[in-house]
């Protein structure tokens, strides 16, 4: 049985999709829903741009414009949820690497289910040291879901 789920998210379309599932998959075992996202400066600029509408780049990706997108990016996934009918989750927002703050999150909820998407907004080092998804199958220590 699954009672609680954590979901990473960036904002990317795969993440949009994890999300989405988590709830259908929350509702479906009255699970509680976690969500968790790691604002990285990649990804700020991604949300920034949305937000704004402009090109922004990396340079001007300060602390208090990534805590912005990063509430941003809680709320969206707030009304994502509500739109899936899930009308109570938690959002976290960590620093620092995604993987291990989803972990982090997880074992902290006792979680029965981690789901992420398979391809986020992630970075060059990803390439290198392997992306989000695949460090948390790695070394998770419950059942994991990477969603395309």
């Given at each position: 049985?699954?009672?609680?789920?954590?979901?990473?998210?960036?904002?990317?379309?795969?993440?949009?999709?994890?999300?989405?599932?988590?709830?259908?998959?929350?509702?479906?075992?009255?699970a509680?829903?976690?969500i968790?996202?790691?604002?990285?400066?990649?990804?700020?600029?991604?949300a920034?741009?949305?937000?704004?509408?402009?090109?922004?780049?990396?340079?001007?990706?300060?602390?208090?414009?990534?805590?912005?997108?990063?509430?941003?990016?809680?709320?969206?996934?707030?009304?994502?949820?509500?739109?899936?009918?899930?009308?109570?989750?938690?959002?976290?927002?960590?620093?620092?690497?995604?993987?291990?703050?989803?972990?982090?999150?997880?074992?902290?909820?006792?979680?029965?289910?981690?789901?992420?998407?398979?391809?986020?907004?992630?970075?060059?080092?990803?390439?290198?040291?392997?992306?989000?998804?695949?460090?948390?199958?790695?070394?998770?220590?419950?059942?994991?879901?990477?969603?395309p």
């Amino acid at each position: 049985m699954i009672k609680s789920i954590v979901v990473g998210i960036d904002g990317s379309d795969a993440a949009k999709r994890a999300l989405q599932l988590a709830c259908q998959i929350a509702l479906k075992f009255d699970a509680k829903l976690q969500i968790q996202h790691t604002p990285r400066d990649e990804t700020v600029v991604y949300a920034a741009e949305a937000i704004s509408g402009f090109y922004v780049g990396t340079n001007v990706a300060q602390q208090e414009l990534l805590l912005e997108a990063a509430d941003k990016l809680g709320e969206q996934a707030r009304d994502i949820a509500a739109e899936e009918g899930l009308e109570t989750v938690e959002v976290h927002i960590g620093h620092g690497d995604p993987a291990h703050d989803i972990l982090d999150r997880a074992e902290a909820a006792s979680a029965d289910l981690i789901i992420t998407g398979r391809r986020g907004l992630g970075n060059l080092g990803s390439l290198v040291l392997g992306s989000t998804s695949h460090q948390i199958s790695k070394n998770a220590k419950c059942a994991c879901l990477t969603v395309p």
